[in-house]
């Protein structure tokens, strides 16, 4: 890019009712104090008034900002407040992008003073925001305090343009437009159903109403929740103190069948705390609705090691609630606008049809290419079925789920006890641990080429700890790597756990805690971080065919779009695949709906 580049950065009010994880970005900037802003670049050293500032010079120019979601927003905001002097709306920025997204695309830690250090080697002194919670400008902050907020605005501005200046020829075009787009539609947000949104607080409450009533203590003490109150109640009442109230205790299951009917003070207590859970998140969904009805809300460019979104501003849109509770269904909440739809799409068995490509397993490859489903290649693949595409479920629904509980659990190196649990939770399957061994080694023997890329993999990795390099990296398919840094080796599992022996040890990225690596994980996350790939492909091919994606979801993208639009042209994009992975077969499975649903 040839314009010139200025960083741009807002100084505003906070405090804990007025935040942005409370009212979500676009209505905290709304309503809060805009006091401060700072801009530096080619010619440009300014802090202070935002109405004073030298829009005029910058304007039509590249902008940048560390977490430019919330400049952005505040930006915008401050127009509507008439702090932004009359006619500016022509000279937009011709682009704004987000320092801290190309940090976190680059392994490098997201937080500005973090970042600092680790390119810098330079500490910043991050207090003075940390001081300026709950204070009004100017009337709440000493001359001397004025001016190191002065200061330490300036300073930031500086290091995110020389952050910019220094890494951003790392970042890749397209990436850039997906850090873009992700910012632009979380900004637009969805439209949200307010009028059930307020019944449902009225249902939560009444259902955390109807627990207390069942929890004996609360009354006298007002304490819900109590392990000790727990304890005291149960040898009074002459009945086991159950070892744990969590939701999938086993223990707790069976405590509640054996004495849950006479003293219902466990389900009690869940209840109240999945209603006063579920309360909050409707809370912050009416908090966030704007003036004309669609709820801003977040969503973390780049929020996962492998490249996957996140949530994030205390609201996540990443997994709201699949199945309703309490008469609340927090996804038949976002509904599409009048005259539009939504079309949901996902991109079926992505991560096994990504491993296939990774480890070049051309018969089920052939196989997905002749119409049969994945889990019917996988059995055929493997000599486990022989039949004609499409029937396997309807002609032999056992096997079936089993090699459907195979391709979602062993590709990434589970053994036998993982593999029980998984299989029951993807599939129902009940396994013995015998069953669950010899179904493991088979998996293990007939698909040599995963295990194969497992021990490359590690083997790879191992090696650049041996030669003691500063970093391991993986070339992915689309051109981008993934980063390990600080490899060494530890007598600790991956629960913190000692060990007898040493186990290798690695932070993804720069800006995590250690984390143990084998060639299961690593493969785990070469294929979700392709799937990743595949899916910010999809969405750049549906954005540039007018598809407005409003956000996307693990492997799913939710788009709005006019109520004749023909469903099966986002299936085709969808399934349109990406140059650098060519002979992989992609299926998507597209719905329309009026609201958001799995």
Not at 106 to 111: D, E, K, N, T, V
Not at 166 to 182: A, F, G, K, N, V
Not at 410 to 429: E, R, V
Request: proline letters at 4%.
């Amino acid at each position: 890019m040839t314009t010139k580049t200025y960083a741009v950065d807002f100084e505003t009010y906070y405090d804990n009712e007025l935040s942005v994880t409370v009212q979500g970005v676009v209505n905290y900037a709304r309503h809060t104090q805009i006091y401060m802003v700072s801009i530096y670049g080619p010619g440009v050293e300014y802090v202070g008034d935002v109405e004073k500032a030298p829009w005029e010079e910058i304007a039509g120019c590249h902008w940048v900002s560390h977490n430019a979601g919330f400049d952005q927003a505040v930006f915008n905001a401050a127009k509507e407040k008439d702090q932004v002097q009359e006619g500016y709306e022509i000279f937009a920025p011709l682009v704004w992008d987000c320092t801290a997204d190309l940090c976190s695309y680059l392994g490098i830690p997201r937080s500005l003073a973090n970042a600092v250090k680790e390119v810098f080697g330079i500490t910043l002194d991050k207090a003075m925001r940390g001081t300026a919670k709950g204070k009004h400008w100017p009337e709440d902050f000493t001359p001397e305090q004025q001016t190191k907020m002065a200061e330490y605005g300036l300073r930031d501005a500086k290091y995110c343009w020389q952050l910019w200046e220094d890494l951003s020829p790392q970042w890749l075009e397209s990436e850039r437009l997906i850090s873009r787009i992700t910012r632009q539609r979380a900004h637009q947000g969805v439209l949200v159903d307010r009028a059930e949104l307020v019944k449902d607080i009225e249902r939560l409450e009444e259902v955390k109403t109807s627990s207390l009533r069942n929890i004996p203590w609360y009354a006298e003490t007002g304490v819900v929740r109590s392990t000790k109150k727990i304890a005291e109640y149960c040898l009074t009442s002459n009945i086991p103190v159950p070892v744990s109230t969590a939701e999938k205790s086993e223990e707790a299951e069976v405590w509640i069948e054996q004495y849950g009917n006479a003293h219902p003070i466990i389900g009690a207590l869940r209840d109240y705390s999945k209603a006063n859970r579920l309360q909050r998140i409707v809370e912050g969904m009416l908090d966030r609705i704007m003036p004309n009805g669609r709820m801003n809300f977040g969503l973390k460019y780049f929020g996962a090691h492998t490249g996957r979104w996140s949530g994030t501003d205390g609201l996540n849109m990443q997994n709201p609630n699949k199945e309703p509770k309490y008469g609340v269904d927090i996804r038949a909440r976002i509904v599409s606008a009048p005259g539009k739809k939504f079309i949901i799409g996902d991109l079926a068995q992505i991560e096994p049809r990504c491993t296939a490509w990774l480890v070049n397993d051309c018969p089920m490859l052939k196989a997905l290419r002749d119409g049969f489903g994945i889990y019917e290649a996988f059995a055929k693949g493997s000599g486990l079925w022989i039949g004609e595409a499409g029937t396997m479920k309807k002609t032999d629904k056992d096997l079936y789920a089993l090699a459907k509980a195979q391709v979602l659990a062993l590709g990434y190196g589970a053994g036998a006890a993982k593999f029980i649990l998984m299989a029951k939770i993807y599939c129902d399957l009940d396994l013995s641990l015998d069953a669950a061994k010899e179904i493991v080694t088979g998996y293990r023997i007939r698909n040599w080429r995963v295990t194969n890329e497992w021990g490359r993999l590690e083997g790879d990795m191992r090696l650049s700890q041996r030669k003691g390099l500063p970093s391991h990296v993986i070339t992915l398919p689309s051109g981008r790597e993934l980063t390990y840094s600080r490899l060494e080796y530890k007598g600790e599992g991956k629960d913190g756990l000692k060990l007898p022996f040493k186990v290798l040890h690695a932070h993804p990225g720069r800006d995590k805690r250690h984390e143990v690596y084998w060639g299961g994980k690593l493969f785990e996350n070469v294929v979700q971080a392709t799937a990743r790939d595949v899916l910010a492909y999809v969405i750049l091919n549906l954005e540039g065919a007018g598809i407005p994606v409003l956000w996307s979801a693990h492997d799913e993208v939710i788009c709005e779009v006019p109520q004749d639009f023909d469903t099966n042209c986002v299936k085709t994009i969808m399934t349109q695949t990406p140059p650098w992975l060519e002979g992989l077969v992609l299926d998507a499975e597209v719905i329309e709906s009026q609201h958001y649903l799995k």
